[in-house]
Each structure stands twice: as C-alpha cells, then as structure tokens.
C-alpha cells in the first residue's frame, strides 16, 4: 500500500489535518463499513439465534489473536476491555493490595490509571517520569510499578522492560500511547493496556489487557464470560486465561470494525509515524517552547505563549485537530503513520 492510498482510506483527512489520535484515531471507511454492515444486519436478522451467537464468540477468539499478535503475547494472556482505564482496573484490584503495600507511579500519568491506584488500597509514592526516580522509590513493600509506556503529557518513552528486569517488582504499563503509535512489545512486563480508538484507530469503546499469568491475578469482578459453568450459589467454573477478565459484550460489528483496523496497518507504519514526528519538532522548535524528551514517541508537546485552550479551540476551527494538557499548559501534537507533510505545513500556517 502506498502513502495515497493509506491516506484515502481516511475520508476525514481530505478536510482535517488529524493530529489527535492520542484522543481518538481517524475513522477508516473499512472500520466504519464493517460497523454499519453489523448494524444492518442486526437490524434485519436480529442478534439471536446460536449461529449467531457462535459466530460472535468467534470473532471475539479471533480478535484476542490479532491483539496478541500486535504485541507478541499468546492469545491466553488477552482480555478484550472497553478501553485501558478498564483494563487498569481489573489488574491492580487483581492483585490484592492492602494498607502497607506500595504503589510506585509518575508525576505524569493519565487518570485512567491514577484512579484503579487511588482505590487500591495500597501507599501510592508518586515520582517524576524518570527511570532512575522510579528505581529509587522501589522499597521492599513495593508491589507494583504503574506507568505509562509512553507518556501522555509529554510523549516520552520509559523503558519499563529494562525496570522489571533491574526492580523484580511486577510492572503494569499503560499503553494507551503506545501500542499502535510506537514499537510496543508485551515481554518483559506483568499488565499491558491496549486502547483501541486511539493510535489502532478502532471503534469506539474497545481494548485489550494483556496478563502474563491470568492463574495469578484474581478475578474481583466475574461476568457472564467469567465462567464455564456455575452452580445456583454462585460458585463456578472460570475460562482459562485472560478470557475470565472480560467484563461485557462487543456486537458482531465492532469486532469486525476492530479486526479491519488491525488489518489495514501498511508495513511501514511505525516508520513513518516516527518520521513525521521528527518532522513535527524541526518545524516546531524555532517557533515555540518545545518539549523534547530524551526518548521521545509519535506525540509531540509544546508550550504556546499564553492558555492552550483557546489556542487549540482556534486551531480546531481552522481544520487543524490537536489538544491541550490539562494543568500543564501544553499542547500535544499526535503524529501517525496517515499524517502528510501538508498536515503539519498547516499546523504551522495556523500556529502563525
């Protein structure tokens, strides 16, 4: 697939210069097909019946293999979330933190995750985002590290891997900014959250966790797809792997719209996302304050003169699609692998 014809799978970007998938990914006319296909049938076949109901339940098994695919985990080791607050949720209410137990987290997390931590139960010790700051803090009533992969503030990249392997603590990475926009791998850590909408450009409201052992996490909220079997007290049987954490139904057409997304990724994809941000910070830099992390992602933040909002509300009616951080007094650029050249010339025309 060519850069054209990647970009023309995107109808929104023949008007828009998209530079938000941090929030949501553009809508791809496969993805939005196979959404309204489900749709249709549904509304003239009815969503019942056993084929039905097993076709579905295929596609959920064959979904759990693609999101493992995408970050080399095995297809036991994937949930099926609506979005990676769900998914962070589920791991650290899992693990059965108590008072005394320590949680180590950053300045700079999403409260996607702050939130699943600040109800643990457990001491959260809040740190900057820095791998020697994070090691530092590790105590030996340490029982998680809970960071991002990528930040969201920002766009740095933590090497929780390298963290795991030097600490021993279990680690969950939030990768609600990483997969899909950079090189993102499962090994080497404990929990990994996957945002479906965001850089996958998926429906809406989907997601995955990854476990590396599902036996050792508890399931504190089972749902019907928690269980193979249960008695009338409520005991019961759960499925093996990380299928026991899947929480809710996904119709026919999301998952169908979320394997389209995962299938039209071109080859090149992550080459280009990290071409453009690169890109993004040369036209940047002589411009605005810039913020340039030492190991930087596909985001790209700066700080404008003055209160980002209006300038991003400005931005956005003038065709140009980027947001602020909230408290921080920045603004976040997203560059994927569908952004041009002309995108960011437009970003820098309207910056003025």
């Known amino acids: 697939m060519t850069f054209a014809e990647a970009r023309a799978l995107f109808p929104v970007l023949e008007t828009v210069a998209f530079l938000n998938a941090g929030t949501f990914g553009p809508l791809a006319r496969p993805v939005a097909e196979a959404l309204a296909a489900g749709i249709e049938r549904d509304l003239v076949q009815g969503r019942s019946g056993l084929p039905y109901f097993e076709a579905t339940m295929g596609l959920r098994e064959e979904l759990r293999r693609a999101f493992g695919t995408l970050v080399g985990a095995d297809p036991a080791q994937v949930a099926l979330t609506s979005s990676t607050t769900e998914g962070c949720g589920i791991a650290v209410r899992g693990l059965g933190l108590r008072p005394g137990d320590e949680i180590v987290t950053t300045t700079d997390e999403h409260f996607g995750l702050l939130g699943a931590l600040a109800v643990s139960g457990a001491e959260v010790v809040v740190v900057e985002p820095e791998p020697e700051a ?13 960071t991002s992969q990528v930040l969201w503030t920002t766009g740095a990249v933590l090497p929780l891997t390298e963290l795991r392997a030097q600490t021993g603590v279990p680690v969950l990475a939030d990768g609600a900014q990483s997969v899909g926009a950079v090189p993102a791998t499962a090994a080497g850590v404990d929990f990994l959250t996957i945002s479906g909408q965001k850089w996958l450009c998926g429906p809406d409201a989907t997601g995955a966790l990854v476990v590396s052992d599902p036996e050792r996490l508890a399931l504190t909220s089972p749902s019907y797809f928690s269980q193979r079997e249960y008695d009338p007290d409520g005991s019961y049987e759960p499925q093996p792997g990380g299928r026991r954490f899947e929480a809710g139904w996904w119709s026919n057409g999301t998952l169908r719209a979320m394997l389209a997304a995962l299938e039209l990724r071109p080859a090149w994809w992550h080459e280009r996302a990290a071409a453009m941000a690169d890109r993004c910070r040369e036209l940047l830099q002589a411009r605005v304050e810039l913020v340039v992390p030492a190991a930087a992602s596909t985001l790209v ?19 140009v699609h980027v947001r602020d951080i909230p408290g921080r007094g920045l603004v976040r650029v997203s560059c994927g692998w569908w952004t041009s050249d002309e995108d960011l010339d437009r970003l820098v025309a309207a910056l003025g």
């Open 134 to 146: 994070i090691v530092a803090a590790v105590t030996p009533r340490t029982r998680l590290i809970a």
């Open 301 to 319: 933040a700066f700080r404008p003169d003055g209160d980002p909002a209006p300038l991003v509300a400005r931005l956005h009616a003038e065709g």
